[in-house]
């Protein structure tokens, strides 16, 4: 038996390269009219997306989701977007973001029994020289990955 609805629709790739991800938190998303249809079919993006807690409550910003191409109403794409966290969850997200230099980053949207998460990060940003060494880490284990293939052929 398969659930219904689990399957992953945006991610943010940038995220990961760009950020020191320190923790991880699944949280809803309110969505209105057809941005859930338009987010089904793939059409929203996270590429500048971040959240930030405001009074008492977890906002998401930038996150572009295009207008169905069906529906009558129209919204604004760029709209912020309210995301439904427990109360101790948005306390210890407000508490981590305080310090300096740490944000919230949205890294996927996909659905869960029908409705739609947001995956959100706790994250500092990585310097200039942690992503050049990443890269060149990542670069050294697929040429030792190659190698060992070459081998085994």
């Given at each position: 038996?398969?659930?219904?609805?689990?399957?992953?629709v945006i991610?943010?790739?940038?995220?990961?390269?760009?950020?020191?991800?320190?923790?991880?938190?699944?949280?809803?998303?309110?969505?209105e009219g057809?941005?859930?249809?338009?987010?089904r079919?793939?059409?929203?993006?996270?590429?500048d997306?971040y959240?930030?807690?405001?009074?008492?409550?977890?906002?998401?910003?930038?996150?572009?989701?295009?207008?169905?191409?069906?529906?009558?109403?129209t919204?604004d794409p760029l709209?912020?977007?309210?995301?439904l966290l427990?109360r101790a969850?948005i306390?210890r997200?407000?508490?981590?973001?305080?310090?300096?230099?740490v944000?919230?980053?949205?890294?996927?949207?996909?659905?869960?029994d029908?409705?739609?998460?947001?995956?959100?990060?706790?994250?500092?940003?990585?310097?200039?020289?942690?992503?050049r060494?990443?890269l060149a880490?990542?670069?050294?284990?697929?040429?030792?990955e190659?190698a060992?293939?070459?081998e085994r052929?």
């Amino acid at each position: 038996m398969s659930r219904r609805g689990d399957q992953l629709v945006i991610t943010n790739r940038r995220a990961r390269h760009d950020y020191h991800l320190l923790d991880t938190y699944e949280c809803g998303i309110v969505l209105e009219g057809a941005e859930v249809k338009s987010i089904r079919n793939g059409r929203a993006n996270l590429q500048d997306a971040y959240a930030r807690v405001e009074g008492g409550e977890v906002w998401l910003y930038g996150m572009h989701v295009s207008p169905y191409e069906f529906s009558r109403g129209t919204l604004d794409p760029l709209r912020r977007r309210k995301l439904l966290l427990h109360r101790a969850e948005i306390a210890r997200i407000e508490r981590a973001t305080a310090e300096k230099g740490v944000t919230l980053v949205p890294l996927r949207v996909y659905f869960r029994d029908g409705r739609a998460k947001v995956e959100i990060a706790v994250a500092r940003g990585k310097a200039r020289y942690d992503k050049r060494h990443a890269l060149a880490e990542r670069d050294a284990r697929r040429e030792a990955e190659r190698a060992l293939k070459g081998e085994r052929d």
